[in-house]
């Protein structure tokens, strides 16, 4: 059974730092890895999809990486802004004639002015 | 172009009633979803729809969550005697053949 974590929780940087959130799956038999954002009472933002060949994607600031034999992607971000602040989620459709993707809990990011 | 939308915004209902939930998707997109978000936690998928039908219904918790595409386009969440469990924001998405999802901005279902 897939199960998708993300560390830390909640993270709390001053503007301007870059900084690394990460995803960790347990099945790597995945199709893709898709990461997005929340804003408080809002729906998901796509930000970027890695498909299972890929090792990483970039839009801008953002940096995506994929390891599927360690389980793990991380999204960098560079130069972050208050703006940034959000909910951070990652989520994995797994290899095999699913449509189902699995979420993590998600990273409270917030970029302090 | 238009995003995805979802009516109502906002649902408070008493429990054992019935209820609808919408979701106009992405013109073209031919892939929708509808997932469940208790505060704190990730989305949990409930059920996948390729076209018309049902290709992956294996998140529905029980037989009182129902849901319809007819026509490939609009979908509807049926939720039937509703309990106080049910409450969540209840997030739809729909995709192209490239798997990217896009979200509408949910429906917040509040069971009293």
């Known amino acids: 059974k897939q199960e998708v974590t993300q560390i830390p929780a909640a993270l709390s940087v001053p503007e301007g730092e870059n900084l690394v959130l990460n995803c960790s799956f347990t099945?790597?038999?995945?199709?893709?890895l898709q990461w997005f954002r929340q804003d408080p009472g809002k729906g998901l933002t796509s930000l970027l999809l890695?498909?299972?060949?890929?090792r990483e994607q970039t839009s801008g600031r953002l940096n995506a990486s994929l390891d599927k034999s360690s389980g793990r992607s991380t999204l960098y971000i560079a130069a972050s802004q208050p703006g940034d602040s959000a909910t951070y989620l990652c989520?994995?459709?797994?290899?095999?004639?699913?449509?189902?993707?699995?979420f993590g809990t998600g990273t409270r990011l917030k970029v302090l002015a | 172009g238009a995003g995805v939308s979802q009516t109502p915004s906002n649902k408070v209902t008493e429990k054992g009633k019935y209820v609808e939930l919408r979701c106009d998707p992405i013109?073209?997109?031919?892939?929708l979803y509808w997932y469940r978000q208790s505060l704190g936690q990730g989305p949990e998928f409930l059920i996948y729809?390729?076209?018309?039908?049902?290709?992956?219904d294996s998140g529905l918790p029980n037989d009182r969550f129902f849901a319809v595409r007819p026509e490939g386009s609009v979908s509807t969440l049926k939720i039937q005697r509703t309990e106080r469990g049910d409450s969540a924001v209840y997030l739809c998405?729909?995709?192209?053949?490239?798997?990217?999802?896009?979200f509408g901005p949910g429906t917040r279902l509040t069971v009293l």
């Open positions: 998405a729909s995709s192209p053949t490239s798997g990217e999802q896009f």
């Open positions: 099945d790597s038999a995945i199709y893709n």
């Open positions: 890695i498909q299972s060949s890929q």
């Open positions: 989520a994995v459709r797994r290899l095999g004639g699913t449509y189902k993707y699995i």
């Open positions: 013109s073209g997109h031919t892939a």
């Open positions: 729809f390729q076209g018309t039908g049902a290709a992956d």
